[in-house]
């Protein structure tokens, strides 16, 4: 009788707690969410690698992804790596990269992806399961050990244009998700599903109903098709039980003429009970947008002295051209500035509103702005460290000219309502900046070929990873930007980076292409 | 009834064709030329367009581009894909323009004024310039006649050439064939291949806005006629 009770009980005995991924810090080796911890990081605590000895840094083992440019931040836990493509999972051998699982759901073949790549950008783990949200928007929770599927829900119907590309987020007892479709006309929402069940606990539309505040914001029905997807991982202050989520752009994207206002929530970063969903506050970065710039961003959680005492912040480089610093416990805004080229903007108000200058929406003929519709920065990861208390983001600088067009809205296709022509490749670039997070001013900065497409990493070792379109992943010093290493990884990077232990020894990882790259000393 | 639909359907696809025209002048003509005929982009005043045998590969070809050169106009909704496939289609039908030039006598030019110095025909010449054999159904013949008498008005898009000092003070002087954040690579001129880190160099030099292919400006017009002539019927394999 004694040894069935123990058996049971070892059974239910949960694999990742709650704890345990709230407190990620206690166990540095493992990479247990999205962006490392739920303050949206991505920070490594792990310091064996440093500016003296990353020169040594060599490739350990790679991992082939089946289909196209992988864009996964795996899950490592207890040895065992768990990574994702589109409508795939996999479980891995830390050590040696073999496979111990997969786990497939075909694409429907009437699926399309409506304005974004057939991607998928990783897992979330949560007691004994793994949660991967789908291409045709649904939410499965796989067995951490077999990867056998233990249930599947339904966040979504694919066919008007919804869709998951993002690693879900999960918290005590929940798993959230945001969906893409901001090019379909959709009306976005933030879900959050029972972690055991799949049942869902709430949903919060980003696009307020007639009746509900902020809906005097959208001109007549716009607020049906007015888009506002949520199709980047959020962050979560435990302390708090809020959960931070970056809103995508209103639809139609060019052409804002059907939708005079604000159009909130879209271009926002909301704040929202993690029990219950509701709104605890707001913040519109870019009010009444008509260049496409989401704030699908990974919200950063920083402790910082604004006038010499610590407060709560939520930190922004956002895809608008602007790096914002907002009290998060009410969304106050206390500090912002351009951190890119942006022509868009006189600047910013004392409330943080951009005071836009008249003439810069897109036209018939084109306007040419900065930034274009892929921003100063997009959905790839910023990183804070606390150790050099430096906030460091991989900023694009291209202009486009932004044409406006027709906009006829049938669900399932196209809303857009115009487009953009970029400037010539050989004038774009970009840069790894480091900010200053109360205030947003550079540090420093690493000039890049061409704009990035990967998000950046920072170690408690004193570095900062990414990569770059011409196929180098590297390291650079986090105090100055100087280049200490680099491997030429044969692909575009277009990922972000983790690190993590293998017996102790820290490693780093990063998908190049359709390859995942590890590496140690 | 057959004679009404088509009497609806004509204002229809007069509508569309100005659709595409519009959508064609301001995405596509920057490369394809603003009646079609080509520029940095291929001419597309040809009934058959090889990178799209139907319809349907028109419209991939419109919303995917080709990499790395063509962007996609991917924002196009479905309807100005077809209105823009429709436009591209009609330019097709157009006359195709009258070149003066006798390319066999052309072809001489080629071989005596100096081309094969650097470009390569049918396998034939050396690769220090573009090589050649295909280049009529990529460019057209105003632009081809320009790129010969005033080489610096068509460089592609981030064409550099590079002076690089290396550790031992040694200069070589190529054109870029490619870069990474850490390392360059570089076409010297006598065409062989150059590699470095750019940690290791004590100079680099970077040189836009200038060919290293001279201006043939002093041809006789019938020469300058006949050699145009002879670079619009390569055609490379069809």
Redesign the interface.
């Known amino acids: 009788m004694k040894r069935v009770l123990l058996l049971i009980s070892s059974i239910a005995i949960a694999q990742v707690p709650y704890e345990r991924i709230r407190d990620a810090a206690k166990e540095p080796g493992n990479w247990l969410t999205y962006s490392g911890n739920y303050q949206g990081h991505r920070h490594s605590p792990l310091a064996e690698i440093t500016p003296a000895n990353v020169s040594g840094l060599k490739v350990k083992w790679a991992y082939q992804f089946p289909g196209g440019r992988n864009q996964t931040t795996p899950i490592v836990v207890d040895g065992v790596m768990y990574i994702t493509s589109p409508n795939r999972a996999a479980a891995l051998d830390a050590k040696t990269g073999r496979e111990l699982w997969t786990w497939e759901r075909p694409v429907p073949k009437d699926y399309q992806s409506i304005?974004f790549g057939r991607v998928n950008r990783g897992p979330a783990i949560l007691d004994d399961k793994l949660f991967v949200a789908t291409l045709d928007c649904y939410l499965v929770a796989l067995d951490l050990k077999t990867g056998q599927q233990r249930w599947e829900t339904k966040v979504e119907d694919y066919k008007p244009g919804y869709s998951m590309t993002l690693a879900p987020l999960a918290i005590k007892g929940k798993v959230l998700v945001g969906v893409s479709g901001g090019?379909a006309g959709i009306r976005g929402f933030i879900d959050a599903y029972d972690a055991a069940s799949g049942q869902r606990s709430w949903r919060f539309f980003t696009i307020p109903a007639p009746g509900e505040p902020g809906n005097e914001t959208w001109a007549g029905d716009s607020w049906k098709t007015g888009a506002g997807s949520t199709w980047v991982t959020g962050s979560y202050d435990p302390e708090l039980n809020l959960v931070y989520w970056g809103v995508g752009n209103p639809g139609p994207?060019?052409n804002g003429d059907s939708r005079k206002g604000d159009n909130l929530y879209t271009c926002s970063f909301v704040a929202l009970d993690g029990d219950t969903g509701k709104l605890k506050w707001h913040f519109q970065f870019t009010p009444h947008d008509t260049h496409d710039w989401d704030s699908a961003h990974v919200p950063m959680l920083v402790d910082a002295p604004v006038n010499g005492k610590v407060r709560k912040l939520i930190v922004n480089p956002n895809r608008n051209g602007f790096y914002y610093a907002l009290d998060r416990v009410t969304g106050e805004f206390i500090a912002g500035r351009a951190y890119a080229r942006q022509t868009w903007a006189k600047g910013l108000d004392d409330k943080g509103r951009p005071i836009v200058i008249p003439g810069t929406d897109p036209t018939e003929?084109?306007n040419l702005t900065w930034p274009a519709l892929n921003g100063a920065t997009i959905w790839y990861s910023p990183s804070y460290s606390p150790k050099t208390n430096l906030v460091y983001v991989a900023t694009r600088e291209v202009g486009a000219t932004y044409?406006k067009?027709a906009?006829?809205f049938k669900p399932g296709?196209?809303?857009?309502g115009?487009?953009?022509?970029?400037i010539?490749?050989?004038e774009q670039w970009g840069a790894i900046r480091a900010l200053e997070p109360a205030t947003g001013k550079m540090a420093w900065e690493y000039k890049?070929?061409s704009a990035p497409w990967a998000g950046v990493l920072s170690t408690a070792g004193g570095l900062v990873f990414s990569g770059?379109n011409?196929?180098?992943i590297?390291a650079l010093d986090g105090k100055t930007g100087k280049?200490l290493w680099?491997f030429?990884s044969g692909g575009a990077v277009a990922s972000n980076p983790i690190s993590f232990s293998i017996d102790g020894r820290q490693h780093v990882a990063l998908p190049a292409d359709k390859v995942l790259y590890v590496f140690g000393l | 009834m057959k004679k009404l639909l088509v009497f609806l359907a004509l204002p229809v696809l007069a509508q569309q064709l100005d659709t595409g025209k519009r959508i064609f002048e301001?995405?596509c003509a920057?490369c394809h030329g603003p009646d079609g005929s080509g520029g940095r982009g291929p001419n597309l005043r040809k009934a058959k367009l090889k990178n799209a045998p139907d319809e349907d590969v028109l419209k991939k070809v419109i919303v995917d581009g080709i990499p790395p050169e063509m962007?996609g106009?991917?924002?196009?909704?479905?309807?100005?894909v077809t209105a823009t496939a429709a436009y591209v289609r009609s330019l097709g039908k157009l006359v195709v323009e009258e070149i003066a030039g006798v390319p066999a006598a052309g072809e001489n030019v080629f071989a005596n004024a100096g081309c094969v110095a650097c470009h390569i025909v049918n396998g034939k010449g050396i690769a220090n310039g573009p090589e050649l054999s295909a280049i009529g159904s990529r460019r057209n013949a105003k632009h081809l006649r320009e790129s010969i008498t005033a080489p610096n008005s068509f460089l592609p898009?981030?064409f550099q050439i590079l002076e690089v000092t290396d550790a031992a003070g040694r200069i070589s002087k190529g054109v870029k064939a490619n870069?990474?954040?850490?390392?360059i690579q570089l076409t010297l001129s006598d065409g062989r291949h150059a590699s470095f880190q750019k940690a290791s160099l004590k100079g680099l030099r970077r040189i836009t806005g200038q060919s290293t292919m001279p201006a043939f400006n002093s041809l006789a017009a019938i020469d300058l006629d006949n050699l145009v002539a002879y670079l619009v019927s390569l055609k490379g394999a069809e």
């Open positions: 304005g090019e994207d060019w003929e084109g044409f067009r906009a006829e296709t196209f809303f857009a115009g487009g953009e022509r970029q010539p490749a050989s890049l070929l770059s011409e196929g180098n590297f280049p680099n030429h | 301001s995405q920057l962007p106009a991917w924002q196009l909704h479905p309807a100005e898009d981030g870069e990474d954040l850490f390392t």
